[in-house]
């Protein structure tokens, strides 16, 4: 049974591009959260998605967008990057719909993806 | 602001010995309190989690012990085992499938 994966594992950009991270979910998993990490630090909620739509959302600007897609799986774009935008970006899947409250609690997270910004 | 606060930063302990990290919060509308342990090149993993209707909860070497008065959490690991040296976070949530807002991490090494 396939966990949360996430691509790519580490990638560089210069400030002002653009990047596109993925997930995919667990298996039997509906939900997916976004969390930002940066070094030494705890990670930080970006926005939640369930049924392809942003069900929730962090204290993150608009240059944060995010996207699921009917298999569940998801992207995460970030627009404009900035030296600060450099951490570790995790996703996180639960079960929502199916068992309702029961599953949506525990978190299954990805290994991330390592953002580095020059 | 951190709604979520964790110490010690890092902590080191003999093998064998009890690792204690503690965790303080504010907002009482919290209902669930897991601990995440988190190696290096991975993402975080659930350890033990605790509602507030209970003061403790033990899984194996691990317990929760929850003061709800006091808010505040703390993570013991009997019999420290190198293979326990990681990054230790507390969290907290309100509602099911809501957002965790996480501690700063807790750097725990074990020395054999």
């Known amino acids: 049974d396939a966990g949360v994966t996430q691509s790519p594992t580490h990638l560089i950009k210069t400030r002002g591009q653009q990047v596109t991270l993925r997930c995919s979910p667990k298996?039997?998993?509906?939900?997916v959260s976004w969390y930002q990490q940066a070094l030494g630090q705890g990670p930080q909620f970006i926005f939640q998605y369930y049924e392809e739509e942003e069900r929730q959302r962090g204290n993150f600007p608009d240059r944060f967008s995010g996207h699921q897609f009917p298999n569940y799986s998801s992207e995460l774009n970030v627009n404009a990057l900035l030296l600060g935008d450099s951490a570790l970006y995790l996703c996180?899947?639960?079960?929502?719909?199916?068992?309702?409250?029961?599953?949506?609690?525990?978190?299954?997270f990805g290994a991330g993806s390592r953002l580095t910004v020059l | 602001q951190q709604q979520v606060k964790q110490s010690p930063q890092s902590l080191i302990v003999q093998k064998g010995g009890i690792s204690i990290i503690n965790c303080a919060y504010e907002n009482t509308a919290f209902d669930y309190f897991p601990w995440y342990q988190q190696f290096p090149g991975k993402g975080p993993a659930l350890l033990i989690a605790?509602?507030?209707?209970?003061s403790e909860k033990k899984e194996g070497r691990f317990t929760i012990s929850f003061n709800k008065s006091a808010k505040q959490f703390s993570l013991h690991i009997m019999d420290s085992q190198p293979g326990d040296s990681a990054t230790y976070f507390c969290?907290?949530?309100?509602?099911?499938?809501?957002?965790?807002?996480f501690g700063t991490g807790t750097s725990l090494t074990v020395i054999p």
């Open positions: 969290a907290a949530s309100m509602g099911p499938g809501n957002q965790f807002y």
């Open positions: 298996s039997g998993h509906d939900t």
């Open positions: 605790i509602r507030p209707d209970v």
């Open positions: 996180a899947s639960t079960q929502w719909g199916r068992s309702g409250f029961r599953g949506a609690n525990v978190l299954t």
